[in-house]
């Protein structure tokens, strides 16, 4: 790719390199722009099936747990796969210590000590606590809320003794622990006054010792001190700067400041230590630099921010977590006007600075090129204005599957990505959903499609379909529509701004159970539901166990967690989990 540099190109590089160099990593600035994303949706090194946690490291090492794969992976700062861990036992409800049922939350402390929170659907649930490369030294805790115990637990972090907090959600309080694990205190109880929570979810600890928690159901953000006593809070509802929608994660930096990632505003707002507001980024979408669905978020010691973008989540409950769909990345970004050189890429010459070259290609010719979600032109098609670092490539065209392929670029090198496209089958039709608001789940024909608006469907059968398209505070919009061979049916839902829906998050042991709300199939666990205030019946059904039946008043839009453990055929009279906070319900499992 050097022959095709012009001289006056090099000196310009050249030049560029050594203002570069001049720059101080820790500069302050107002914004921040974009460095570089990984991930995509797969079970190979570097990729994601259900990314719930983050953690960042004193050196720039970024972890990430898998929710659905149970293992931890660890990343250079430019994302760059270096190693994974974790032993998936999901469906085993007596899995030892050092095996993972729910890698819900990663944390690494100053001492280098490694805890995930291990909990979610069925009875396990507990702090496991590890050594870097994975090997287990020790694990607590249960389900319930005695003190020690935990209710969908969402997010931990330490200070600098190397005492844990955990926002406990599902019992709306933070817990305190020693190094070693043993429980020191809790504060909080679930309401609107100060002190109080409703979900709490991103927890985060100051330089100077100041608990930070996000209250997201109240929309703001809480300061506390070591021991629990209340300091302050500040945030309301809204848009503006300053204001929250929803805040699912924090992140404090060597000076003070705080990270909120603005989950339903998809974006991260930064605070001074003062509570003052210093700056935003972020909008929805898939683009670089967009947010589908942000979530959590880490600070490096240069001032790097990375944020954990996953659109597939519901911020109330780990069991409405999809498996394996839509957005699963990592981004990265940096004070506008800072440039960060990894210490692994050492400055040897101009050249080895030169940008990488990538070159897609794609039989046939002629297909759209998306690279970090923005459209690229088609293909065949050279680019050497791609940042060093890994990318998502998708290669897509009308009449044919999409293709979805990482790609890692360094400096000076041309890779290429060359796909061969699959024709559709002949005769069959697409269906095109679309809503406003986006991400509405699906359910066609009956079965929980697992994805959101907007979304295509390709080879489908010709023939009459159903669509049920759901969103909170938009309810369900029901559709019948006719696919004829070659053609393509858009449907868009007519929606106007409804009563706000109560989520309902169903989960079972064993999981893969149908669910039934009037008897009308819903879908399959583990899964989510929006329902308004009204009685259901929700019945769950699995070949080989008896079938479950709750009556279920929704009263309030608190969400409510249903999470039954199946049994074997017989009689029994069985109380059903946890309302948090919207129904008191009694289950009958029949034969």
């Known amino acids: 790719m050097f022959e095709h540099c012009s001289a006056q190109k090099r000196i310009l590089l050249l030049l560029l390199v050594t203002t570069l160099c001049l720059v101080p990593a820790s500069m302050a600035a107002g ?106 030294l020790g694990a607590w805790g249960s389900a319930g809320s005695e003190p020690g115990q935990f209710s969908l637990p969402w997010d931990l972090t330490s200070d ?103 989950s339903l505003n998809y974006r991260i707002q930064k605070f001074a230590a003062d509570d003052s507001f210093l700056t935003s980024w972020g909008s929805q979408g898939v683009a670089k630099g967009q947010f589908a669905g942000p979530f959590k978020i880490g600070v490096d010691t240069h001032g790097g921010v990375y944020v954990l973008d996953y659109d597939t989540y519901n911020v109330d409950n780990p069991p409405g977590f999809r498996k394996g769909t839509g957005v699963m990345r990592v981004q990265k970004f940096a004070p506008a006007g800072t440039v960060t050189i990894p210490p692994t890429t050492p400055v040897t010459s101009v050249t080895s600075l030169a940008l990488p070259g990538l070159v897609v290609k794609s039989v046939p010719d002629g297909a759209d090129i998306f690279i970090d979600g ?44 060359d796909v061969t496209l699959t024709r559709l089958t002949e005769g069959t039709g697409i269906i095109s959903v679309q809503s406003d608001p986006s991400g509405a789940s699906i359910v066609l024909d009956g079965v929980n499609t697992g994805v959101a608006t907007p979304h295509d469907f390709y080879g489908i059968t010709p023939g009459t379909h159903t669509l049920e398209i759901s969103a909170l505070e938009y309810g369900t919009y029901k559709k019948t529509i006719t696919v004829d061979p070659g053609t393509t049916v858009v449907v868009t839902t007519p929606w106007t701004y409804q009563e706000k829906a109560t989520v309902v998050m169903v989960n079972s042991y064993p999981e893969g159970a149908n669910v039934y709300i009037d008897d009308v199939l819903q879908g399959t666990t583990p899964m989510s539901l929006h329902l308004k205030k009204d009685q259901y019946i929700l019945k769950l059904t699995k070949e080989k166990y008896k079938d479950y039946e709750i009556a279920l008043v929704i009263a309030s839009a608190d969400p409510i967690s249903v999470s039954p453990t199946l049994e074997a055929p017989g009689f029994g009279l069985v109380l059903a989990l946890a309302a948090l906070g919207a129904a008191v319900v009694v289950a009958r499992n029949r034969r």
């Open 160 to 262: 600098a003794a190397g005492n844990l907090y955990i926002t406990d959600t599902g019992n709306d309080r933070v817990q305190k622990f020693a190094p070693d694990g043993t429980y020191i205190t809790t504060w909080g109880s679930k309401g609107t006054g100060d002190g109080q929570f409703d979900r709490p979810l991103g927890i985060a600890v100051g330089p100077t010792g100041t608990i930070y928690v996000a209250d997201a159901g109240n929309n703001r953000i809480q300061k506390f001190s070591s021991t629990g006593t209340f300091l302050g809070k500040f945030g309301t509802y809204g848009s503006g700067n300053g204001q929250l929608y929803d805040p699912t994660g924090l992140a404090t930096d060597a000076a003070g400041n705080l990270f909120v990632v603005d």
């Open 374 to 417: 923005e459209q690229r032109g088609t293909t065949p098609q050279t680019y050497y204005d791609i940042p060093p670092g890994d990318h998502l490539v998708i290669v897509s065209k009308i009449g044919y599957l999409g293709s979805s392929q990482p790609v890692s670029l360094a400096m000076g090198e041309v890779r290429t990505v």
């Open 31 to 136: 914004t921040y722009q974009f460095v570089t994303a990984w991930g995509g949706n797969g079970t190979g090194d570097g990729q994601f099936m259900g990314p719930t946690g983050l953690t960042v490291d004193s050196g720039g090492f970024v972890y990430v747990s898998d929710y659905w794969l149970n293992r931890i992976q660890k990343f250079d700062p430019n994302g760059v796969y270096l190693a994974k861990w974790g032993v998936n036992a999901r469906n085993n409800q007596e899995a030892p210590a050092g095996q993972l049922t729910s890698a819900f939350a990663v944390h690494k402390d100053a001492a280098g000590n490694v805890f995930v929170l291990d909990c979610g659907a069925g009875r396990i649930c507990r702090l496991q606590k590890f050594t870097p490369d994975g090997k287990n």
